[in-house]
């Protein structure tokens, strides 16, 4: 946040920016291609660039663990990002914009393009809070309020496909990294399985016919599949027979998820962040600062492995920094 607002008085100002700080949500993590730097999205439309490699120096200050540049990116929230090689991609109410990464460094956070897919009408302004980077066809995959997966060629800019089958509103997206399929999860109470070779749905997971409903987060690792949402249960499913194999034993809502080595780390309501193994069994309970985690980042950049981390986000001004699993070694402040 600047230090002073047109026209405002500086006790005022102040006074606003602490307010706004103790209201924050941070939506959204995304990691620089260079491993070095950290992109957080917030609730008022803001993307804070932090520096990993400085904030994790043996030298390191209490000025380190703040921004480096913020900037006003969306007017409504910042519900995702990706970074591909050289661009970060950010996407909010209606629109996906592009950011050059090496100019965001240099501080000069002038979008390099913005698109909006070919909604139904165009008074339509629905959330996209998903975003997934497909390489081998180097597209992007958008989802969220108008119930459709878009498909983007990030060469061309250009609206490829739209994959309809949910009658509700899409929360999350997962790359089958071994073949070219893309799972979906939605407030339908479904999690659906893409091939994007044809364009269609291949399988349906009817997670609402047991005690959980999709609400937030699926992450695949051949041949498993985790959902997370807004029923009391995290639930291991076996992708090929469609069938539940563990029903994790967390009453909080858990709203992220994703596999790590051999375990599942989940987060959601509650400031902890779970480990669990595949059996179920809770191996560790890793407090951090927020009172709720919207979102998990492993920073796995080949290129900087100083900054291997795992960072996580959500109901609060703070990105809490893992040097190791076991524990939050400081946390980042927008």
Same mark, same amino acid.
């Given at each position: 946040?600047?230090?002073?607002?047109?026209?405002?008085?500086?006790?005022q100002a @102040?006074?606003?920016?602490?307010?706004?700080?103790?209201?924050?949500?941070?939506? !959204?993590?995304s990691?620089?291609p260079?491993?070095?730097?950290?992109? $957080?999205?917030? &609730?008022? +439309?803001q993307?804070?660039i932090?520096?990993?490699?400085a904030?994790?120096?043996s030298?390191?200050? @209490?000025e380190?663990?703040?921004p480096?540049?913020?900037f006003h $990116?969306?007017d409504?929230?910042?519900?995702?990002?990706?970074?591909t090689?050289r661009?970060?991609?950010?996407a *909010? %109410?209606? @629109?996906v914009? +592009?950011?050059?990464?090496?100019e /965001?460094?240099?501080k000069?956070?002038?979008e390099?393009w913005?698109r909006?897919?070919?909604?139904?009408? !165009?008074l339509?302004?629905?959330?996209? &809070?998903?975003?997934?980077?497909?390489?081998?066809?180097n597209?992007l995959?958008?989802?969220g309020g108008d119930?459709?997966?878009?498909?983007? %060629?990030? @060469?061309?800019?250009?609206?490829t496909r =739209?994959?309809r089958g949910?009658?509700?509103y899409i929360?999350c997206?997962?790359?089958?990294e071994?073949?070219?399929? #893309?799972?979906s999860? *939605?407030?339908?109470?479904?999690?659906r399985?893409?091939?994007?070779?044809?364009a269609k749905?291949?399988?349906? /997971?009817?997670?609402?016919k047991c005690p959980? /409903?999709v609400? %937030? +987060?699926?992450a695949?690792?051949?041949?498993?599949?985790?959902?997370?949402g807004?029923?009391?249960a995290?639930t291991?499913?076996?992708?090929?027979?469609?069938?539940p194999?563990?029903?994790?034993? /967390?009453?909080?809502?858990?709203?992220?998820?994703?596999?790590?080595? %051999?375990?599942?780390?989940?987060a959601g309501q509650?400031?902890?962040? &779970?480990?669990?193994?595949? !059996? *179920?069994?809770?191996? $560790?309970?890793?407090p951090?600062?927020?009172?709720?985690?919207?979102?998990?980042?492993?920073?796995?950049q080949p290129? =900087?492995p100083e900054?291997?981390?795992l960072t $996580?986000? *959500?109901?609060?001004?703070? #990105?809490?920094?893992?040097?190791?699993l +076991?524990y939050? =070694?400081?946390?980042?402040?927008?």
């Amino acid at each position: 946040f600047s230090h002073s607002l047109p026209g405002v008085p500086p006790v005022q100002a @102040e006074v606003f920016q602490a307010l706004q700080r103790l209201h924050m949500t941070i939506f !959204s993590q995304s990691v620089s291609p260079c491993g070095k730097f950290l992109a $957080a999205g917030n &609730n008022y +439309g803001q993307i804070a660039i932090f520096s990993l490699s400085a904030a994790l120096s043996s030298e390191a200050k @209490e000025e380190s663990k703040k921004p480096m540049v913020t900037f006003h $990116a969306h007017d409504g929230p910042v519900y995702s990002m990706v970074s591909t090689d050289r661009h970060l991609l950010s996407a *909010g %109410d209606g @629109e996906v914009k +592009g950011w050059l990464w090496a100019e /965001i460094l240099k501080k000069g956070c002038k979008e390099l393009w913005r698109r909006q897919p070919p909604y139904r009408t !165009s008074l339509e302004v629905p959330e996209i &809070n998903a975003l997934l980077l497909v390489p081998k066809e180097n597209s992007l995959i958008l989802a969220g309020g108008d119930c459709q997966l878009h498909t983007m %060629d990030l @060469e061309t800019g250009t609206f490829t496909r =739209a994959l309809r089958g949910h009658t509700d509103y899409i929360h999350c997206l997962a790359l089958r990294e071994r073949s070219p399929e #893309v799972l979906s999860g *939605g407030e339908d109470g479904a999690v659906r399985l893409w091939d994007l070779r044809i364009a269609k749905e291949v399988q349906t /997971i009817e997670v609402y016919k047991c005690p959980q /409903i999709v609400w %937030d +987060g699926v992450a695949t690792e051949s041949p498993w599949l985790t959902v997370c949402g807004g029923g009391p249960a995290l639930t291991l499913w076996h992708l090929r027979s469609s069938t539940p194999t563990t029903v994790f034993p /967390i009453r909080a809502p858990q709203k992220h998820v994703t596999f790590y080595q %051999d375990l599942i780390l989940s987060a959601g309501q509650g400031c902890c962040v &779970n480990h669990w193994q595949l !059996s *179920g069994e809770l191996k $560790a309970q890793v407090p951090g600062s927020s009172p709720g985690l919207l979102s998990l980042s492993l920073n796995q950049q080949p290129a =900087a492995p100083e900054c291997k981390v795992l960072t $996580a986000s *959500g109901n609060s001004c703070r #990105v809490d920094v893992f040097t190791n699993l +076991g524990y939050r =070694a400081f946390s980042l402040s927008f």
